[in-house]
């Protein structure tokens, strides 16, 4: 384990950059005095902020670039703005390089592949949340021990239990390659993991298991359909509590119980997704997210390294190997 935690951060990423950037780090670095941060991005931008945190200010090294991916950007219009100058990608790159053992940025808006899901018993992970559209049974079992190993080291759980997102639980549903997964999972019964069977829809809310796996399409769809569905109950207690003036002043008492609904209800607040299946480390924070929202996403970040994350998902893709004869690597999983 490093001493030291070194943390690379995009300090233009997302609606508010450096704004919410360097005080969600200050907000971090109180829970976590054993971090240092490389911030990459406009150093006339960044010292401004910076220097309203002195500890942080303290620990950190500023990198300065003048190139910055929008949240609005293609890949495509990222790529002719300069990939290798901006400060999202010089992060990711440091990472790659060594000089950080983590990369965060709330830049170009494309959904990480595994992220914390609020549930009605607590917390799951969920993934592939669509950084990878299809894949075959073999890949859904690598995304089981990756997302276990996440769980195990998110939640101190020695044996998390795993199940694949399908039309139904009864064994002869859903896609060929979820039913043979299913095979797989069983056969392998990884020490590591608890493999319980199909779930349905219904079942990330009701948290059915400790982790979730479903291929990006999927993935995706439910994600946007629980942001959305958040939003939507929202709007209906807003238009009930406004019909009437009683309705209107049992509002006022209960809105900030509302917000804390909505949120709870809305996985995209559970800031900080993480791209499993990389050399390194990279975690993707929500655009429009606040200071301790970004703060969120830093502490993920952190304890992702500092719990030894990707050693973690090796050795259980290499133990789980055995079973079928090949054994991927982290990277090899989710290419």
């Known amino acids: 384990m490093p001493q030291k935690v070194r943390i690379a951060l995009d300090a233009m990423g997302g609606d508010f950059g450096a704004s919410v950037v360097i005080p969600g780090a200050a907000i971090s670095l109180t829970r976590h005095p054993d971090s240092e941060y490389l911030l990459f991005g406009d150093r006339a931008l960044i010292e401004p902020v910076l220097a309203n945190h002195p500890a942080l200010k303290a620990v950190s090294k500023i990198i300065h670039t003048d190139v ?3 949240m609005h950007d293609k890949p495509s219009q990222a790529l002719r703005r300069g990939r ?4 999202m990608w010089l992060a990711i790159e440091a990472v790659k390089k060594g000089d950080a053992h983590v990369a965060i940025s709330a830049g170009i808006d494309r959904p990480a592949l595994a992220a914390i899901w609020p549930t009605a018993r607590g917390d799951s992970v969920v993934l592939d949340l669509g950084a990878t559209i299809g894949g075959d049974a073999h890949h859904l079992v690598a995304l089981s021990v990756m997302g276990a190993a996440m769980a195990s080291v998110l939640f101190g759980l020695e044996r998390p239990t795993v199940g694949l997102l399908n039309i139904g639980v009864e064994e002869i549903k859903g896609r060929e390659e979820i039913r043979e997964a299913a095979e797989l999972l069983r056969a392998m019964n990884l020490p590591q993991l608890e493999y319980i069977g199909f779930v349905e829809g219904d ?3 009701r948290g059915a298991a400790d982790v979730i796996v479903a291929e990006g399409f999927s993935g995706n769809i439910a994600l946007k359909a629980a942001e959305g569905t958040a939003r939507q109950i929202t709007e209906f207690l807003r238009g009930a509590l406004s019909r009437t003036w009683r309705a209107k002043i049992g509002y006022l008492f209960a ?3 509302f917000k804390a609904l909505r949120d709870k209800l809305d996985p995209s607040k559970s800031n900080g997704s993480v791209v499993l299946g990389l050399n390194g480390i990279v975690v993707k924070s929500h655009g429009g ?8 996403a830093v502490d993920v970040g952190y304890e992702m390294v500092r719990y030894d994350l990707l050693n973690k998902i090796n050795l259980m893709l290499n133990r789980g190997g055995s079973a079928n004869g090949s054994a991927p690597t982290a990277q090899e999983a989710v290419s």
């Open 255 to 257: 809105r900030n119980a």
């Open 289 to 296: 997210t606040d200071a301790e929202g970004f703060a969120y």
């Open 84 to 87: 290798k100058t901006s400060s």
């Open 203 to 205: 079942g990330i809310g």
């Open 68 to 70: 910055a991916v929008s």
